[in-house]
């Protein structure tokens, strides 16, 4: 009798936890749904204060507090100084923007407000810097991504592409419109290609006795299907559909970086920071962070975000979807 009290007691308790976990996970929900996404706009962030600030903890721990002190009142009435020399203040900027691409390159939707926002403040002695992370995706969404980076360049301001990890396919198609691109020595560059591909259940529905009807009017309105036939005319203009998207990448590297054998590298493989660079693909092996460090010694930069606050249902699908992606 008492084992079987005790085991019913813990059995409680066990449920009694549930019960607390789950209304705490529903009163979260409810809450987060009564506040609301917050409206969407631009941030920016003065990276040289945050590096100096980050060193300067570093220097109070390796100089002593009163070392530090002194350097930091020289420090302080040196800048003061600099101030009211206008040929020292008016530097020259740099604009940080980072894209961090999915498969439908989201994140376009935040680059057209960055772009725009930078574009009405900075002149030809400034420079952007994007710090791409896109390993490619759908064709229409990266080139729309890809037009936003071009029109920085239009407007005759120098653009400059850092990958640190990859920019693979619809990534280096984005890439490749800077005139200068840095990578780091592992950063995965290229996969100049395009591929479609798609499970095909017709067998199956066969077997099963079930029909699958489809309708449309033209005759290459839908090449390729997951539930019906597919044809060998189907999946030779989807091949030539394919074939003309390669193309047009094809051009845009052309185009925007001449020096680079287009056909030797259009095979849809891709290739190391080191390597990239043997193939002029890329034009310096570095990693952002360095490059930022060097450039804060004579430039200004800032770091530009559009932020956009999403309601909760787009929260949870999206946290979904990288799951998957993962």
Known sequence: MAEFLSGYALFLAQLLTLAV???????AIIGMGRRGPRADGLEVRHLNRQLEEQ??????A????????????????????????KDKTDR????????KGDLRATATSSLRHEVSAVLAVATEKDQVLVR???????????????SQLLRIRRRGIPLRVAVDKV??????LMACVADRIIAAPFAIIGSIG???????????????????????AGRYKRTLTLFGKNTEEGREKLKEELVEVHELFKRQIAEHRPQVDVDNVATGEHWYGATALELKLVDEIASSDDWLLEAAK??????????????????????AESLLSR
């Open 21 to 27: 976990v789950l209304v705490a996970v529903v009163g």
């Open 62 to 85: 390796v100089q002593g507090k009163e070392r530090f002190k002194k350097a930091l009142k020289a420090r302080t009435k040196e800048r003061k100084k600099e101030r009211r020399d």
């Open 194 to 216: 395009v591929l479609a591909q798609l499970p095909n259940f017709h067998r199956l529905l066969e077997d099963k006795g079930i029909d699958f009807e489809q309708i449309s």
């Open 132 to 146: 791409l992370e896109n390993a490619g995706g759908t064709v229409h969404e990266h080139g729309l991504a890809a």
């Open 167 to 172: 920019a693979a396919s619809g990534g280096y």
């Open 298 to 319: 004579d430039k200004e930069l800032y770091q530009v975000t559009y932020k956009r606050r999403r309601h909760l249902p787009e929260r949870l699908l999206s946290g």
């Open 55 to 60: 060193a300067d903890v570093v220097r109070r």
């Open 92 to 99: 020259p900027r740099v604009f940080v923007l980072d894209f």
